[in-house]
Nanobody
């Protein structure tokens, strides 16, 4: 079975930093594009950042220059480094694995973790 486990969520002050981790098991991590999403209370889930198996990255405009997505294929882990956080970054952060259609683990919905809470407040 495929499992994604996020960790690192916490209460952090505005302007502070945080690193989220997403450990993946049950699929071929090195060839799997990964993404971080977030969902604030009362709002829809939105894309934060994505990283391809090649290492190419893409970011939502609201985090450009502040957040960095990365991956360590040896550890089957994706990361989201969050700098200069703002109160509006408060949300549950989810990681998602999106195997390609040629991947034996492909599924149209991808695979989601359970989420980790990030709260930005003084």
């Amino acid at each position: 079975q495929v499992h994604l486990v996020e960790s690192g969520g916490d209460l952090v002050q505005p302007g502070g930093s945080l690193i989220l981790s997403c450990e993946v098991s049950g699929l071929i991590f090195s060839i799997t594009p990964m993404g971080w999403y977030r969902q604030a209370a009362g709002k829809e889930r939105e894309l934060v950042a994505m990283i391809a198996n090649s290492g190419r990255t893409r970011y939502a405009d609201f985090v450009k220059g502040r957040f960095t997505i990365s991956r360590d294929n040896a550890k089957n882990t994706a990361y989201l480094r969050m700098n200069s956080v703002k109160p509006e970054d408060t949300a549950i952060y989810y990681c998602k694995a999106t195997p390609s259609t040629s991947d034996p683990y492909y599924t149209a919905d991808g695979y989601w973790g359970q989420g980790t809470q990030v709260t930005v407040s003084s």
